[in-house]
């Protein structure tokens, strides 16, 4: 099996950077896992009109209203079959701002949309459909699409003018041998929402799929996409 990433780049895969290939193409089937820790240089927010969006994303875990410099970080990367047997990989970033914040995901390969859909927050109540590219230095960018709102009988197309869209790139600094990563989230009318950049390693750890711990995996899963 190919990672998700890798299925949906297909030849252009390659042209990413070695160890950002290493880093998005492992699989389930490969027990193992990678674990970022490194010190995002800034967390950034937008102006305080925008706290309402932050302070509602602390209820799942998607986003939150602290911010700083030097701040630690951790990011956690598993790969596993859901319930529904669909190759899933998790990003659970933690921020040590003033308070422990976190930032869950889970990411899978929609064959039915034919692209990355990202569940945001720890019941996967959004799913965001993800464009993938190859940037010019050889990392990974990501951006995010048309989003969709999905609890119980509930389903909707989510209206942007209370989200945002996100712009994430991931490289491999070559001279300082460290991974670097660059987020930024915007709304279209309410501007600069959140954000953060710096820099991580990655520790590999053999995990089985079945030893893939409780705490990154969402609370609840959605089988819609």
Known sequence: MTSIYQQVLGSDFSRLNPQIQKRFGFCSDDNIAAIGRGVMDEVWRGR????????????????FPEY??????????????????RETVT?????????????????IHSHQRGRIVDYLGSHQHLAVDIDISVAD??????????????EGPIAFSFPMIFSGVA???????????????????????????FGYRGSFDVEWKPCAPDQVPAHVKPLREERRE
């Open 137 to 150: 230095n050889g990392g990974l960018c990501l951006r995010s699409g048309a989003q969709r709102f999905y």
């Open 167 to 193: 712009e994430v790139c991931e490289w491999f600094d070559d001279d300082t041998g460290k991974f670097r990563i660059s987020v930024e989230v915007r709304n279209k009318t309410w501007g600069p929402l």
């Open 48 to 63: 305080f009109y925008t706290l309402p969006f932050l302070y509602i994303g602390t209820w799942r875990r998607i986003m």
């Open 91 to 107: 990003w659970v970033r933690t921020f040590e701002v003033r308070k422990r914040r976190r930032f869950d995901a889970t990411m």
């Open 68 to 85: 700083g410099t030097n701040v630690p970080f951790t990011i956690e990367n598993y790969a596993y079959r859901d319930s529904f047997g």
